[in-house]
């Protein structure tokens, strides 16, 4: 025995442990478990694969839900910094913006916030022609700087003097936006910017923090708005966010009761309409953190990745710890033989800890490694699931949790070996094996339940998995209305000047006139692009409609197309026409209504001739836009839009529009498709970008890519939960297996055929099975009701997919079973009994 091994007489006759004493002897301990795991490298590889797989997959998902759902936001007192939004929960929409009308009102009658600020996203074009950019950016009121306490890095901010039109002319640079553009040059400030036409000043640079609250953000410049804006019809108009900082002394609470006082009184004192039209939309204001209103769309997936992970940790920790328990009990006459020279039971006790310990340290430093190579990954993930966030590292909360769960680990696998052999009398070991006996009945029984417990666990992350691909399957099978195959779709951003004397018009004809010049091309032009660019909602007013009482106020989506837009997507005209070249600026406005519309508003006849407007209801008949056709249902929100409200088409020609969306059909390739419309769009004007350019199918394919991710996440998990159970079955059969080798011998011997012992075997690893399957079935059906909000068209109790994820579970099962069944077969009796 080598001088550096745990075992110490000395030890075994009372002595105390000094403080040194034990620490020597945990270092011979770590020694020995080190060589131990060398000699043992296949039970090594497969324990340290596990337990890096498990403990890696954690910290990735952990570091993903930390950095969006746990971490506050790194501004003073966080909890302070609210949104306050509208609701019109009767038209479906339950969290929509606020507007310049509502921030003047509470900012002067609403004592409980210290400060309020409006901020609004959108993209501006930097550069001049030849050399033009689309970047993210937002306009915002000055108080948002106050309402997220932080100061200048460089320069200074704007003030309330820029809020009006001649002044708005500045900007503010985010700190990345700083260094990548201008390489972090002190001598920016005074410089200027040309922003989709417009010449900006930059007077200064905002601090890295500041993007924590829009990473997509670039730089910032005043919101504006001309005074004749500020009327009480604008009032539930909604474009920018409203934030705003609580006093020390306020209250979420005050600050809702306050700000639902002010909207009570704009309802008493309000015109008949007024209080008619929120009467009908069942307007609400609201005041949350800004926190909770950034992670809720993302919550409920984040929470379901980390209880998918978890599930996988317990399987994989209940491998490990099946692997321990068998490894300590083939280790018996070792351990006795110690315990015989004087070893103490709490030596041997530290001793087992110590290996497990040793393993899991190992496992959770590969896990590390596995984690940090796939942040880039996760970050790519995160970046589509919640495109404002920070990108985000193993930070030190993050280790912590790795930590934690390490030694939680190192407890469990190093616990139930310990209890195993010190819940036995090892002297009577070295005698049992003397004469030959078989042992390990207690560790088979207790391997036997693990085993029972990883195909549970299994089974309800399976489940998850298998409601998930259900609900995917019926995202993608729903039709989007249109013929996306064969189109290449791009966006083309018009400047301000374009919004005068019809000239973003006259671009539009132009453009259409130039594509149509390449062979073989259809071209479709829209202010809107399907699955792409969400469109918002606005209420109308239907000529000859009365609102049944107590009804929704009436609303729709709408937006512009050309005459080529039906033909390049291929909708269906149900009804009527399409516009065409006649319908101009100057001639009578007309409407194309989708089949939603016209059921709802004309369920006996035709809608075609009828009339519907938005916003103000014209005094004079002939200014009544008139409904000219009625087209198929489009999906252009997303096949999971549910607002239930319909769409209406204008023509292009008869409204304005700072962006335009272009379709081609054709069977070229759509890289060079993107090519030539970059060259047609640059002949006409080389300031103008195209962007987000490509086939249509990947715009579609895009809208699915947070549902697809999470899926794929929860898959791998399952799927590597399904590869535990399997080598968890396996292993269990395969250790009963040789520890019966001299039974099965005898049954051999006495006739038992191989079939028969085949079946024996087989029978053994099915009940397990099967006890797993009942049980995770009771458990699955218990948890799955928590994945409602990320089904589609799937109930949480979707047998099939019960069903499906049972027979996957069962089949896995029989084949793990089969292996150890076909070794137990091949013993020969003869050589099991002289053997023993």
């Known amino acids: ?76 007192e966080p909890a302070k910094i609210v949104e306050v939004y509208n609701s019109f929960p009767k038209a479906g929409l339950d969290n929509l ?124 410049t005043p919101l504006s708005w001309p005074p004749d804006q500020v009327t009480q019809m604008a009032r539930y108009g909604v474009n ?20 639902a006082a002010l909207e009570q009184k704009v309802y008493d004192e309000g015109s008949p309409g007024l209080r008619d039209f929120l009467d009908r939309t069942g307007h609400v204001i609201a005041v949350a953190t800004v926190h909770s209103q950034r992670v809720a769309p993302v919550k409920a997936s984040l929470y379901l990745l980390q209880g998918g992970v978890l599930f996988v940790l317990l399987i994989g920790c209940v491998n490990v710890a099946n692997l321990m328990l068998a490894r300590s009990n083939a ?57 404002n966030a920070l990108p985000f590292g193993l930070d030190s909360q993050v280790l912590g949790y790795t930590a934690l769960i390490s030694v939680v680990m190192a407890l469990v696998i190093g616990v139930l070996p310990i209890a195993h052999v010190l819940g036995g009398n090892l002297v009577q070991t070295i005698q049992s094996q003397s004469r030959g006996a078989s042992t390990g009945r207690g560790v088979r029984a207790m391997s036997s339940v693990l085993v029972v417990l990883q195909m549970a666990f299994a089974l309800m992350l399976l489940t998850g998995a298998g409601l998930l691909i259900r609900s995917f399957a019926e995202v993608t099978a729903v039709s989007p209305g249109f013929n996306p195959q064969e189109v290449v779709a791009a966006r083309v951003a018009l400047p301000r000047e374009y919004q005068q004397d019809n000239r973003a018009q006259r671009f539009a004809q132009q453009l259409t006139t130039s594509l149509q010049e390449i062979p073989g091309v259809t071209v479709g032009l829209a202010t809107a692009t399907p699955f792409l660019t969400g469109m918002a909602i606005n209420t109308i007013s239907v000529r000859d409609y009365v609102v049944p009482p107590g009804a929704p106020q009436p609303g729709a989506f709408h937006f512009a197309a050309s005459p080529g837009y039906l033909a390049a997507l291929q909708i269906p005209l149900r009804e009527g026409r399409w516009f065409n070249e006649s319908d101009t600026a100057e001639s009578r406005q007309v409407m ?117 991710g999470i899926m794929l996440l929860l898959v791998s998990f399952a799927g590597l939960a399904l590869v535990l159970s399997a080598v968890g079955i396996y292993g269990v059969l395969a250790y009963d297996v040789s520890q019966r080798t001299r039974e099965i011998g005898i049954r051999g011997a006495i006739g038992a055929s191989r079939e028969q012992i085949v079946a024996l075997i087989l029978k053994q690893g099915l009940w397990k099975t099967g006890i797993g399957l009942v049980l995770g079935l009771i458990g699955a059906f218990s948890l799955s009701r928590f994945m409602t909000s990320l089904l589609f068209e799937v109930k949480a109790t979707d047998p099939l997919a019960y069903v499906m994820v049972s027979v996957v579970l069962l089949i896995v099962g029989l084949l793990a079973s089969y292996l150890p069944a076909r070794r137990a077969a091949r013993i020969d009796p003869n050589t099991a009994l002289r053997v023993e």
């Open 331 to 387: 280790r018996q006459g070792e351990l006795a033989i110690r315990v015989a020279l004087g070893a103490s039971r709490g030596m041997i006790a530290r001793q087992l800890l110590v290996e497990g310990a040793l393993l899991t340290g190992i496992g959770a430093l590969i896990g590390l490694g596995l984690a940090w190579s796939a942040l880039g990954t996760i970050n790519h993930f995160t970046a589509q699931l919640l495109p």
């Open 97 to 220: 913006p606020s507007n310049v009308v509502q921030y003047l009102d509470f900012k002067e009658n609403a004592p409980a916030f210290e400060n309020l600020a409006l901020w609004r996203g959108g993209e501006s074009t930097l550069g001049d022609a030849g050399a033009v950019t689309r970047l993210n950016y937002a306009a915002a009121t000055a108080e948002i700087f106050d309402v997220l306490a932080v100061q200048p890095l460089l320069g200074r901010f704007f003030s309330t003097e820029n809020h009006v039109p001649a002044a708005d002319k500045v900007l503010v640079l985010t700190h990345s936006f700083w260094r990548t553009q201008f390489q972090a040059d002190p001598t920016v400030l005074g410089r200027t910017l040309v922003l989709s036409g417009d010449t900006y000043e930059i007077i200064g640079v905002a601090p890295p923090r500041f993007e924590a609250f829009d990473a997509q953000v670039k730089f910032v």
């Open 592 to 708: 194309v209504v989708d089949e939603d519309f016209a059921r709802r508003y004309y369920p006996e006849g035709s809608a075609v001739g009828h009339h519907v407007t938005f916003g103000r209801t014209p005094e004079n008949e002939e200014d009544w836009p008139v409904i000219i056709g009625v087209v198929g249902n489009v999906r252009h929100n997303g096949v999971e839009e549910d607002s239930g409200n319909p769409y209406i088409y204008h023509a292009v020609a008869q409204g304005g529009f700072g962006t335009l969306s272009v379709f081609l059909r054709t069977a070229r390739p759509s890289a060079e498709m993107v090519g030539l419309l970059r060259e047609k769009v640059t002949a006409i004007d080389a300031t103008l970008p195209v962007y987000e350019a490509g086939p249509m199918t990947g715009v579609i394919s895009q809208s699915f890519s947070d549902r697809r």
């Open 1 to 76: 025995m080598s001088a550096d091994h745990p075992t110490r007489p000395g030890n075994a006759h009372g002595q105390g442990f000094g403080v040194g004493r034990l620490f020597g002897g945990l270092g011979g301990d770590f020694r020995f478990a080190g060589r131990m795991l060398t000699k043992n490298k296949g039970f090594a590889a497969t324990a340290l694969t596990t337990l890096a797989l498990c403990i890696g997959a954690n910290t990735a998902i952990f570091s993903m839900l930390y950095a969006l759902v746990l971490e506050p936001l790194p501004f003073r």
């Open 240 to 259: 920018p966010r409203l934030y705003g900082r609580l006093t020390d002394t306020a209250t979420m609470g005050a600050a809702f009761s306050q700000v």
